[in-house]
């Protein structure tokens, strides 16, 4: 009986301590960089080609996913086509070192993408088709301000040159 009692005290006194040890893990720099897009931004841009060619304007949220390593921003927006909604998730892969991109949209849409940031430029790369063919895409945004950035979409199809296929600017409302 005194064994069990000494084993109980041990085990009481030991249990919160190992508690305190065991921490969570915390995000690194990397991660909190993705904080620039935190809060209510406002997009507005042009398409310059193709079938969504034209004017489109929109609105993006991003909050921070529980635990702080993973940023999630819902939009919704208009343009040539027609509305939509999107669901993205941005996060850093450490092991890979480069920022991910995961959406889908209401269009039946979805894709993923790599990102670097370089001073305040980040630029994001990924593959698709243009008209039928494999193409690259790169999108490049500047953070001109903490309120205000420039975007510009490029498409390098089947290995030609970069081609400017959309460009515009978003200001953080909230």
Known sequence: MKKLLVIIIVLAFAVPCLAQTAQSPKPGPEVQKLGYYVGTWKSEGEAKAGPSAGKWSGTMTCEWFAGGFHLMCRGEGTGPEGKTTSLAILAYDAEAKAYTYHAIS??????????SLTGS???WLWEGKAAGKPAKYRLTEVEVSPTSSTAKLENSV???PW???EEGKSTKVK
């Not at 209401?106 to 990102?115: D, I, Q, T, V, W």
């Open 106 to 115: 209401s269009r039946g849409e979805s894709g993923s993408s790599k990102g």
């Open 121 to 123: 430029t980040w630029t």
């Open 158 to 160: 089947a290995g030609g």
């Open 163 to 165: 081609t400017v296929i």
